[in-house]
Nanobody, 121 residues
Framework: QVQLVESGGGLVQAGGSLRLSCAASGSIFSINAMNWYRQVSGKRRDLVAAITSGGRTNYADSVKGRFTISRDNAKNTMYLQMNTLKPEDTAVYYC???????????????WGQGTQVTVSS
């Protein structure tokens, strides 16, 4: 079994910064793509940023230039540095990872429990 645990959410004023972390643990052989999603209550869950195992990144247009996704493969941890936050960034942020597990070497999709980010105006 694999667990993803997010941390770093909270309340911040507009223009401020937060750094989210997502730590993976358990029966991990390797981790392929890792992603951050966010969801506002009653709306769909949207992709915010993605990073491959090799470090290639992709961002939603709404966060380009403000958010930076990164990962530490040795620690099985992913980060999201969020700068110049806006009230419209308020959401529950979820981490997602495609994990190759031991001993089967099968790949599965895992989700964290979510962390609330609230940006006040």
């Amino acid at each position: 079994q694999v667990q993803l645990v997010e941390s770093g959410g909270g309340l911040v004023q507009a223009g401020g910064s937060l750094r989210l972390s997502c730590a993976a643990s358990g029966s991990i052989f390797s981790i392929n793509a890792m992603n951050w999603y966010r969801q506002v209550s009653g709306k769909r869950r949207d992709l915010v940023a993605a990073i491959t195992s090799g470090g290639r990144t992709n961002y939603a247009d709404s966060v380009k230039g403000r958010f930076t996704i990164s990962r530490d493969n040795a620690k099985n941890t992913m980060y999201l540095q969020m700068n110049t936050l806006k009230p419209e960034d308020t959401a529950v942020y979820y981490c997602n990872a495609r994990v190759v597990v031991t001993p089967t070497r099968y790949e599965y999709d895992y989700w964290g429990q979510g962390t609330q980010v609230t940006v006040s105006s």
